[in-house]
């Protein structure tokens, strides 16, 4: 299984960024993915979801109506596109997936049963 975020970088206050994942070794269509953000000296925090049933979203309630999480099942690649950003939200974020929790609040909220984690890629937002 491997998960390759990009698309982190610099942005100001208000402004906007896209995440991509690509996931291999496992396919979308049977499993759950989603993403959880780390600051300095944080704990991770679960942020959003999307089932491999129906594909449903499933978000924490700090991006709700800022994130949205979408998937191209063709090409096995999910997208975080954050909007009005601000300065809280620079953190390192993480493409995650687990073969066994289901996409909903266990999974954003049980960071250490998530089996495997992306490298991540640093967002910084400055004010």
């Known amino acids: 299984v491997q998960l390759q975020a990009s698309g982190g970088g610099l942005v100001q206050r208000g402004g906007s960024l896209r995440l991509s994942c690509r996931a291999s070794g496992f396919n979308l269509d049977h499993f759950p993915i989603g993403w959880f953000r780390q600051a300095p000296g944080k704990e991770r925090e679960g942020l959003s979801c999307?089932?491999?049933?129906?594909?449903?979203?499933y978000y924490a309630d700090s991006v709700k109506g800022r994130f949205t999480f979408s998937r191209d099942g063709a090409s096995n690649t999910v997208y975080l596109q954050m909007n009005n950003l601000e300065p809280e939200d620079t953190a390192r974020y993480y493409c995650v997936t687990d073969f066994e929790t289901p996409c909903g609040r266990s999974f954003l909220r049980n960071s250490y049963a998530i089996d495997y984690w992306g490298k991540g890629t640093q967002v910084t937002v400055s004010s």
């Open positions: 999307i089932s491999s049933s129906d594909r449903s979203t």
